[in-house]
């Protein structure tokens, strides 16, 4: 297939989507990720291995395919580096953009990018992006052709609450689990903010904050009354780092699932209604706790969204 | 940290311990199918696997597959290392005959001889899952030989059960010490909404029909009228009013528990020790003690050790946590006396985890139909169009291109085949861990209109 | 993807008849959601509004602060300062607002900690900086006694009115209430 695919993201996703990829023969796919691999990475992202620990994602998922590919007839280029630095310049030479990222932010960025895309150059270049996402046994899949269907920002407030939702009384006053507590700790004693991480991973101290994090929690949830019993490293790592489970079956759906996406686009399988838009369900979620159940609709464009309305100007 | 952290936060050492146990029959090519599959297996610490290969035709080409070489690309994988024993098909027979598999996992039926097709779907086997995909298209099907049991289905929510309509003497005590007349607005805006609504239904307690509405309009007209006339905006008020169904005495499970302790019976009957799968029948076991524990305890479930998080002060949420706590071990000590006199050898770790999931225990029935019904009855090859033109894709009958089915003939399949990997590993990890619900049993994947179906045959 | 390229042009031709797009400076879409905030935003009376980081300052996150100064009740006549910083994640998750000043007050606490709904557990992406501008001058019209953050100020709130007001009066003049020295707001 004659066609310049970045992927964002080199971790459970993005390794499923490059390995698909591949298999689609893409004449061309970038792959951009900043970090390295770690321990809990490898049960899932299986183009790593115990070796690779400390390794940047990107140049060793591409690294992989290359080794056990060899003379194969695809662009492989790994791009270690935060993709919010990279300018609109860089991202114009694609024609696809999937994403298998985790974080919020890096996901806004690109559609902006993309919306202004299409502005700069009055619709003659769209690049889709197709966006994945998982949580443990669910996920979800966002199909944004910009200027045609809704954009990443129209559906924000469909998201799940983020970061510092308890309140501050609870955590100050009345903490009544361990999570109250840990929030305190982070909150109030250790604040988060503060730290200088970068510092902190060059130096190796990660391990100390966690010890000095795991040791205050104790004691404030002795002098609380609170059962400790589930209290260790792993349990204030999952409140702090916010953890969130990932497995690899639902991640081989999701990554699945935005590849079909793209193919459909590529291969014009969209219907299209005479008016001159897509009738097509942008917005999918799936859900393997219970049988295993997919929905999907038609997410409708925000009219007064602040990402994408200047596409739609006023006749 | 642990190798396992992110999922072992999805099901638990005990979920992963019979994950590293298990051991997966294969039955098929070497496709991508199955590659994919066993990858995922790999990954989540499965290391045990029979294949009994068959050649199919067409064969695959190595362009087709991922990895190249299957059993040494799976070694890095799973650092307790990777045994993957491949069989002839000739010595088939074996897994009838010495079936000490978890799973069978059964991807192609073309070289599997007729008679073994007929004992795979009808001799007391461990569950088998069949499957193909097509394009954008693919079907898995399970067949469950013997009724599974699902202890922890992991519900997103459930209404706590609080007993709050029948308390027992401590929780009665508690609640008696804390009395609105001795307290000011600021003590009230401090009590859990629990107590609350307790106080409520003690105040209803003529009535004989208790609704959420009354519960809700005693919150208004008592409680915010009569007894804390500025605790209209207190947040366990708000609280109370959101979670007034708490109160209400929760009966909708009593129905479901009772079908499950009478197909507890049924099966231990049908069964008697034939239980292929040793969980279930340790199931079936804590099911039976359950009904001897309701008989003697006036249809009381034991009490959930850990109560919902809910506005309050520290030290009154503290005590009331330890009111919970204190009868839950009671209960469970009753519960494990009781379970231990029927069978001694059920862990304790297994009566635990029943006892706090005793409301979300799930049966899932075996499986009625063969698969290939849906080939050859036409009742049911018209409503199920895709699965049955998948059936003909995987026996080889000839399908023709019309510009209805189309993405059929979709050369980059990979993806989908990708998508069915993932859901059959799922599936797996599921039956063998009886956490989750699995699918019942039948489920067809279109990647044409994202849709999934699935249904009961 | 010849469908999507008709789509494209049908665009193009539709466009060529109206205003053409316009290409602003490429902003995260936090910023442009708070560039956008603060140009519908309705100051009230007495609230002041200084933005110390601007929008398109890239190497540091928003920072705005607000200048309250009640014209009634128990902190009349005080002038109070709130950072409030719009993180990357804005407005999924909310911004990060501190007291600047060292104040007697039941739901801010002494280092700066305010405890307020819409801040924390009620914060919703369809709120924004006029939410948060009300919210926080609410507090200073109707100080709430009950889920305190200074359990000691509630307290005294509660058991005697007159006396908090008193200390409410002594702690914005700077003086010392309760063994703690307070910041002069006047």
Known sequence: ????????????????????????????????????????????????????????????????????????????????????????????????????????????????????????????????????????????VKTILPGFTACWECSINTLPKGQDTLPMCTIINNPRNLKHVIEYVITIIYPLDSIKWDD????????????????????????????????????????????????????????????????????????????????ANNFTILNGAEGCFSYSFQYERLKNCSACSKLYPQT | MNRYDRQLRLWGSAGQDLLS??????????????????????????????????????????????YKDLIQDMVPLNPRGVSIIQESMFNIHEITQNNNFSISIVISETNIPEELLRELSSSELSPVIMSHTEGLYGYVYTKLFEPHWVIESRPDYEVPSLRLDSPWDELREYMDTIRFETLDEYSMAELPYVVLL????????????????????????????????????????????????????????????????????????DRSNQWRDNYNRQI????????????????????????????????????????????????????????????????????????????NIKRIEPTARPINDFLTDSKLTEPYPILSTLLKFQKHQQV??????????????YPTTSFIGGLISQEVIKL????????????????????ITSFKC | MLKLRQLQKKKQEELANASSLQTTNLLPASRIRLQRDLETLDLPPFVDLQIINQIDQMNELPLIQLKISPDENMYKDGHFLFNIEFGDNYPIEAPKVKCLNRIYHPNINLNGNVCLNILREDWSPALDLQSIVIGLL???????????????????????????????????EGGFVDNEMFDYVL
């Open chain 3, 138 to 172: 609410f507090l200073f019209l109707e100080p709430n006694p009950k889920d305190p953050l200074n359990k000691a100020a509630a307290q005294q709130l509660i058991v005697n009115k007159g006396l908090f007001i008193q200390k409410v009066r002594s702690a914005m």
């Open chain 2, 198 to 269: 307790y106080k409520v239904l003690q105040h209803l307690h003529s009535s004989t029909q208790i609704d959420h509405k009354m519960i809700k309009d005693t919150l208004t007209n008592w409680y915010v009228s009569d007894i804390n006339p500025k605790g209209t905006n207190d947040l366990n008020y708000d609280e109370a009013l959101r979670y007034a169904h708490v109160a209400l005495p929760n009966e909708s499970y009593k129905v479901g528990l009772q079908k499950l302790i009478d197909f507890s019976q049924q099966d231990d009957n």
């Open chain 1, 1 to 140: 297939m004659n066609c310049s695919v970045l992927i964002l993201g080199a971790g459970g996703l993005g390794c499923e989507i490059l390995k698909n990829l591949v298999m689609c023969k893409i004449s061309s796919i970038h792959i951009i990720d900043m970090d390295t691999i770690e321990l809990t990475n490898l049960n899932r992202q299986f183009l790593f291995s115990d070796e690779d620990i400390g390794k940047p994602k990107a140049t060793t998922a591409i690294k992989y395919i290359e080794t056990h590919f060899p003379n194969i007839p695809i662009r492989l280029i790994p791009l270690v580096c935060d993709l919010t630095t990279l300018n609109i310049e860089f991202y114009e030479q694609f024609d696809f953009i999937i994403s298998g990222l985790d974080a919020i932010k890096p996901r806004r960025f690109i559609n902006e990018i993309i919306i202004q895309i299409v502005c700069k150059s009055t619709f003659e270049k769209v690049i889709p992006f197709i966006d994945g996402g998982t949580e443990g046994l669910k996920g979800h």
């Open chain 2, 21 to 66: 146990k298990a051991h997966i029959c294969i039955i098929g090519p070497e496709n991508s199918l199955l590659q994919e599959t066993i990858k995922n297996l790999v990954l989540v610490g499965i290391s045990k696997f029979t294949w009994f290969k068959s050649n199919d035709a067409p064969a695959y080409s190595q362009n087709d597959l991922f």
């Open chain 1, 200 to 279: 902190v991973f060059a130096d190796d101290k990660s391990d100390k904050i966690y010890q000095n994090i795991l040791d205050a929690s104790f004691t404030r949830a002795k002098e609380f009354n609170i059962d400790t019993s589930e209290l260790n490293l792993a349990y204030v790592m999952g409140v702090i780092k916010r953890i969130i489970p990932s497995v690899s079956t639902m991640n081989a759906m999701i990554a699945a699932n935005t590849c079909n996406e793209f193919l459909k686009i590529y291969h014009d399988m969209i219907e299209i209604t005479d008016s001159g838009t897509i009738q």
């Open chain 2, 284 to 359: 079936v076991t804590l099911v039976h003690a359950l009904s001897i524990y309701l008989d003697s305890n006036c249809g009381d479930l034991m009490v959930n050790a850990s109560i919902p998080d809910m506005e309050s002060s520290s030290k009154i949420f503290g005590e009331l946590q330890q009111v919970y706590r204190n009868k839950a071990t009671r209960d469970l000590t009753e519960f494990s006396g009781v379970v231990h006199q029927l069978d001694e050898s059920i862990p304790n770790d297994l009566i635990t985890s029943f006892s706090c999931n005793v409301k």
């Open chain 2, 400 to 413: 023709e291109r019309t510009s209805d089915n189309k993405s059929f003939f979709l050369y980059e399949s």
């Open chain 2, 432 to 451: 063998i861990t009886h956490q989750y619900i699995p699918i019942s049993n039948t489920l067809i994947y279109d990647g044409m209109h994202n849709n």
